[in-house]
T-cell receptor, first 112, second 112 residues
Framework: ETGVTQTPRHLVMGMTNKKSLKCEQH?????MYWYKQSAKKPLELMFV???????ENNSVPSRFSPECPNSSHLFLHLHTLQPEDSALYLC???????????FGPGTRLTVT | DQQVKQNSPSLSVQEGRISILNCDYT??????FLWYKKYPAEGPTFLIS?????DKNEDGRFTVFLNKSAKHLSLHIVPSQPGDSAVYFC???????????FGKGTKLSVKP
């Protein structure tokens, strides 16, 4: 499945580092999402972009900063993270008005 | 407070038999429900969905049943195959394009 790609697939970073996660969708969708999946917890919605406008920010700490330069690309900029931010970060896309979302493979992030 | 609950963390089924995965929800505003399947090291894959105006939707070996009065849905897989072994997530949505609320998932193991 190459509809939604994410890079890198694995990332280890220290608490003082700055890094970015990248997501690209090839499905012609116009909405994109960032989710966080921690162990034994449901997927948590972090950010929603619809038609390149951020429409949802679910009380996410400011150390996570999203960017959506166009409808095909989504970034998550990370800085001064905490060890509890270690998780699987998933990107998804959909068509506005359609419920089904299509996910990328995720980035496994470890904060040391 | 979890709005979507999958109370069985795991389920083991013999190949060829039926697998039944259950999901309960609390929010009566939810009007669309989805099931996703997730293999290790991959993102969730959309499997099947159902609108609240229906009580059943079938796609090949997969059938989703919705009981609105009980706020309960289930996914039936018949016959189960070893390749069905994965984590299954239930998700719910409300409104024209409400955000998806996910359960914690049920790990299905299909034994040959």
């Amino acid at each position: 499945e190459t509809g939604v790609t994410q890079t890198p697939r694995h990332l280890v970073m220290g608490m003082t580092n700055k890094k970015s996660l990248k997501c690209e969708q090839h499905l012609g969708h116009n909405a994109m999402y960032w989710y966080k999946q921690s162990a034994k917890k449901p997927l948590e919605l972090m950010f929603v972009y619809s038609l390149e406008e951020r429409v949802e920010n679910n009380s996410v700490p400011s150390r996570f900063s999203p960017e959506c330069p166009n409808s095909s690309h989504l970034f998550l900029h990370l800085h001064t993270l905490q060890p509890e931010d270690s998780a699987l970060y998933l990107c998804a896309s959909s068509q506005v008005g359609i419920h089904e979302q299509y996910f990328g493979p995720g980035t496994r992030l470890t904060v040391t | 407070d979890q709005q979507v609950k999958q109370n069985s963390p795991s389920l083991s089924v013999q190949e060829g038999r039926i697998s039944i995965l259950n999901c309960d929800y609390t929010n009566s505003m939810f009007d669309y429900f989805l099931w996703y399947k997730k293999y290790p090291a991959e993102g969730p894959t959309f499997l099947i969905s159902i609108s609240s105006i229906k009580d059943k939707n079938e796609d090949g070996r997969f059938t989703v049943f919705l009981n609105k009065s009980a706020k309960h849905l289930s996914l039936h897989i018949v016959p189960s195959q070893p390749g069905d072994s994965a984590v299954y997530f239930c998700a719910a949505s409300g409104g024209s394009q409400g955000n998806l609320i996910f359960g914690k998932g049920t790990k299905l193991s299909v034994k040959p």
